[in-house]
Nanobody
């Protein structure tokens, strides 16, 4: 079984910081892109940031300059450092990974269970 386990959400004040972590485990041969999405109440899920296995990253315009995505390939873990948080960053944050599994070898997209980030004004 393969899975993503997230941690690090919580409550922060506007202007503060939080760090999210997401670790992949199980029958994984390779992880290609990893990323973070978020969904605020009444809104669609949106991409926050993504990073390739080689370290190339991209960000939503709304978080550029405030959020940083990073990954540790040896640990199959992706991080999201969130700084200068705003109330509009409040959402459920989901980790995503494009994996290739072992035995059988197949592409499998994984989603974490979601971690809540609440930013108070």
């Amino acid at each position: 079984q393969v899975q993503l386990v997230e941690s690090g959400g919580g409550l922060a004040q506007a202007g503060g910081s939080l760090r999210l972590s997401c670790a992949a485990s199980g029958n994984i041969f390779r992880i290609n892109a990893m990323g973070w999405y978020r969904q605020a109440p009444g809104k669609q899920r949106e991409l926050v940031a993504a990073i390739t296995s080689g370290g190339l990253s991209n960000y939503a315009d709304s978080v550029k300059g405030r959020f940083t995505i990073a990954r540790d390939n040896a640990k199959n873990t992706v991080y999201l450092q969130m700084s200068r948080l705003k109330p509009e960053d409040t959402a459920l944050y989901y980790c995503n990974a494009e994996t290739v599994t072992r035995s059988p070898v197949r592409n499998l997209e994984l989603w974490g269970q979601g971690t809540l980030v609440t930013v108070s004004s």
